[in-house]
């Protein structure tokens, strides 16, 4: 009798088990996320995973795709970010490719909703700065996860060997043009041999260019505004912008090898402080011509169409929490 009331109890524990594993499994979110392939592992090993085991209702999948760039074709660029926030719940952004434009044309959620109901966050846990980087119309259209700042970045040695003094906030386009001069290496036929200077992205060609010219103050409430190019330090700087690159001295010579151990960057500070392989030398810092700093800001965005954006944002708040995800954005 007793036997018989064993069995009975292990037989109805598994009845139990068999109808509750079906429910459980199926009570899992599965969300994704969009991610360049290069940095696809480090995502995977720095966020993806951590995240799963601390919330095991949620499952992430990880869709590669890269970011696509704008080629002054409108149309077509919207088309083609239209076809690329519907690869995933959740996207990789930053300042440069998170626009007004596509935030107008309905791609993405406005996270204030979720902030405002979400008890736990602290605005104040974040730089002003980097988290204001994502706000305009009223809303907040992503949560900054990383960022680095833009600024020149030089070789103490070279400068020395060169005679030049060291790069600050009173530099003007003239001292920028002699020393890249100063600092180049020419061939027979006065092309640029060995580059002096170099830049690591369009944003800073555009940080250090706005730089040199005194303009560029950012203002978010200017999206509908008319570019102002009257400013006569703007056309100066254009052309002689334009005649440095004709002569070479911002073009990278065709070696076939880029040289990691240039003497002067306009780039992150990723590239001064991080442990880059070939670069054998010491770097410095100093700010942009006029005591600049053009902010880069690494953000997670919610594709408007998904299906799960409480999901989402969890892993969006656990991934602005983490120190180690930095590293997946390349951010110093």
Do not use: C, H
């Not at 706000?135 to 949560?143: F, V």
């Not at 392989?277 to 997670?300: I, M, S, W």
């Amino acid at each position: 009798m007793v036997l018989a009331k064993r069995v009975l109890g292990v037989m109805t524990l598994l009845i139990l088990l068999i109808s509750v594993l079906p429910t459980t499994a199926q009570s899992q979110v599965v969300i994704s996320v969009a991610v360049p392939e290069f940095v696809e592992a480090l995502v995977k090993d720095n966020l993806i995973t951590p995240f799963e085991a601390e919330n095991p209702d949620i499952k992430v999948n990880i869709v590669t795709a890269d970011i696509p760039n704008y080629d002054n074709d409108t149309e077509a660029y919207l088309n083609t970010m239209q076809e690329y926030v519907s690869t995933a719940d959740l996207l990789l952004v930053n300042e440069a490719n998170l626009t007004p434009v596509l935030t107008r044309a309905g791609f993405f959620l406005d996270l204030n909703p979720l902030i405002r109901s979400d008890i736990e966050i602290n605005v104040d846990d974040f730089y002003p700065q980097m988290w204001q980087s994502f706000q305009w119309d009223g809303s907040q259209w992503a949560i900054p996860v990383a960022g680095d700042l833009t600024v020149l970045i030089y070789v103490p040695e070279s400068f020395d060997a060169a005679g030049l003094t060291y790069p600050d906030e009173f530099w003007t386009l003239t001292d920028f043009e002699n020393a890249i001069r100063a600092l180049s290496e020419f061939d027979e036929e006065g092309k640029v041999s060995k580059a002096g200077y170099a830049e690591f992205s369009a944003t800073a060609t555009t940080s250090i260019l706005l730089s040199l010219a005194g303009v560029g103050t950012y203002d978010p409430n200017q999206f509908e505004g008319v570019p102002d190019f009257s400013s006569p330090n703007l056309e100066t700087a254009l052309i002689d912008w334009r005649e440095l690159q004709e002569t070479g001295l911002l073009i990278p010579p065709d070696t076939g090898e880029f040289d990691l151990n240039v003497p002067l960057i306009t780039g992150q500070t990723l590239f001064a402080t991080a442990n880059i392989p070939g670069v054998t030398v010491d770097r410095a810092l100093a700010p942009l011509p006029g005591g600049r700093a053009a902010l880069n800001v690494n953000g997670v965005a919610i594709s408007a169409g998904s299906q799960y954006p409480e999901a989402a944002y969890r892993l969006i708040k656990y991934a602005s929490n983490s120190a180690t995800v930095t590293t997946a954005f390349l951010s110093a």
